[in-house]
């Protein structure tokens, strides 16, 4: 029978927030994050549900929005277990489900093309 293997996992713990007990920043200081812009409407109008639909259409557009800013610039991709990539950002399918890049830099060599499935990839940056 084979024992599984353990893998360690870094635990960054947040500073004491303002009141004492929570952790974290305070909700007003400056490394607050920045809320989106949604415009109020009174509750009577508009159910919640109705809000919470309009904030994620908001959040939809920016992120495709970010996708169009990506197209033909050199973006950072950071997968699972670490890996860092970089390749030149060409396209994404209807579903954004794999993104099509070119001049891919993985640490093992350089793909001229390639797909990267969208549900590999964590996080990725890119300079405007």
Same mark, same amino acid.
């Given at each position: 029978?084979?024992?599984?293997?353990?893998?360690?996992?870094?635990?960054?713990?947040?500073?004491?927030?303002?009141?004492?007990?929570?952790?974290?920043?305070?909700?007003?200081?400056?490394?607050?994050?920045?809320?989106?812009?949604?415009?109020?409407?009174?509750?009577?109008?508009?159910?919640?549900? #109705? *809000?919470? %639909?309009?904030?994620?259409?908001?959040?939809? $557009?920016?992120? &495709? !929005?970010?996708?169009?800013?990506?197209?033909?610039?050199?973006?950072?991709?950071?997968?699972?277990?670490?890996?860092?990539?970089?390749?030149?950002?060409?396209?994404?399918?209807?579903?954004?489900?794999?993104?099509?890049? #070119? *001049?891919? %830099?993985?640490?093992?060599?350089?793909?001229? $093309?390639?797909? &990267? !499935?969208?549900?590999?990839?964590?996080?990725?940056?890119?300079?405007?």
């Amino acid at each position: 029978m084979q024992t599984p293997l353990t893998t360690t996992v870094p635990v960054l713990r947040l500073p004491r927030g303002p009141d004492g007990l929570s952790r974290g920043f305070a909700p007003d200081g400056r490394r607050a994050p920045l809320k989106p812009v949604v415009p109020e409407i009174p509750e009577s109008k508009e159910s919640r549900e #109705s *809000q919470e %639909q309009r904030a994620r259409a908001t959040l939809r $557009e920016r992120y &495709l !929005r970010s996708l169009l800013a990506m197209v033909g610039r050199q973006v950072s991709f950071t997968l699972h277990e670490g890996v860092h990539v970089t390749a030149h950002f060409g396209a994404t399918d209807l579903d954004v489900a794999n993104f099509y890049v #070119s *001049q891919l %830099q993985t640490p093992i060599g350089v793909q001229a $093309e390639a797909l &990267l !499935r969208c549900s590999d990839i964590i996080s990725y940056t890119f300079k405007p």
